[in-house]
């Protein structure tokens, strides 16, 4: 058999390089989509563009923006513009800090910006919708609070619930983790999420015995309380957390609401519906005029529905995948993706694959979204369990003065 030809490793590396540049150039760029708004009951529609959200899209900075935008903090120029850059939205942004607090040093509130592109590190106390504990400098709180909008989540406790006692003493979402991360150090690692999301207990042989100090117990005793909690509350939404928000926001308020380790603008409708509505900025509906908002309803989403700009229940052209059939959406998206200046064919048609890829992604993301959001979080919590119980395991002494079955 002929020996097969490879091509140079030079070339098959600026190849690769030009790919991830095109695949990085594409994720960075985000579609704008007109819709109406009005903030008071009693002032009259105004067209807004609003950016949307591809599958890797930065959600932080996408929902401050959107936030800004709609409160006519900044504006995209011209109207006719069809995508905005990273780069464009961040100068916006810097600009109407400079111009809205010209006396307080904006450094740490800047210096976070460049990170909102990957996400954000926020860590939520479970005592209160509005309460956060800062990361590190603490520059993606300053961002918010510098830029004049207000960080909310519902993955409160009940106060009369049995969990309040013992969450209100970690009180936040790092500080319960690492609890949860020394209990199960103390059991031998048995102290796990497991995989079937089953009733608290102690996972491994029922006849296994652990030496336990009086502290560790009480350890172990609030860690099953704490991965109950955390286990029954997959989207980081809890009812009591729902009526919460429900309660306390104003009505008109546009907020940045942290759910399932992403942000999205959330809104209070004035008047006497007073509803809870997220954005829609998933770019599959893109091309759907009628989905505007999505009402929240629910913990898990099963309920939600989809409105328009009157805040009427909407009929998506497109059914459940919005906006076009799979060959104009196709169309669509290659015709989009051309437009991004890719003048080289080999370019183009890197382009073209890259941009059916995500529409295809993008189709089956809307119909499994929550899913995928949960079963991340698990994910996550395990790999901080297992990574933090390691760690633990190599430098702690364990006292064995009280024994349990």
Known sequence: MAEQLQPPTDTRQSRNASHESIQSSLEEVWYLKEISFKADKDAPFRRYKIITQNFNGPCSFIAICNILILRDRIQIQPWERTTVSYEYLSRLVAEYLLKASPE?????????????????????????????????????????EQAGIKLVHGWLVDPSSPEYEVLSRTEDYDSSVNLLVEADHAT???????????????????????????????????????????????????????????????????????????????????????????????????????????????????????????????????????????????AALEQQA????????????IARQLQAEEDEVTRNYYVSRERNRMEKERIEHERAYEARRQAMAATRNKKKDCVIM
């Open 104 to 144: 307080v040093d904006i450094s740490a509130a800047l210096s976070v910006m460049p990170a909102t592109r990957k996400g954000m590190d926020l860590n939520p106390l479970f005592t209160g919708s509005g309460l956060f504990r800062p990361a590190g400098s603490g520059g993606e709180l300053k961002l918010f």
């Open 188 to 330: 031998k690692g048995n102290l796990v999420v497991s995989d079937d999301f089953g009733p608290p207990g102690l996972s491994g042989r029922p006849d296994t015995i652990y030496e336990l100090s009086l502290d560790e117990q009480r350890k172990v005793e609030d860690a099953l309380v704490i991965r109950n909690f955390i286990e029954s509350s997959p989207s980081q939404l809890t009812y009591h957390g729902l009526f919460t928000l429900a309660s306390e926001l104003e009505p008109g308020a546009l907020v940045a609401l942290f759910r399932n380790s992403h942000l999205s603008v959330l809104y209070k409708a004035p008047g006497d519906d007073g509803a809870l509505y997220t954005l829609a900025t998933d770019q599959v509906f893109l091309h759907e005029p009628s989905v505007v908002w999505e009402r929240l309803e629910d913990v898990d989403g099963g309920s939600s529905t989809f409105v328009d700009s009157d805040f009427v229940r909407s009929s998506p052209a497109g059914g459940d995948y919005a906006g076009h059939t799979a060959e104009t959406a196709l």
């Open 338 to 349: 051309r437009a991004l200046t890719l003048d080289e064919t080999a370019d183009e048609a």
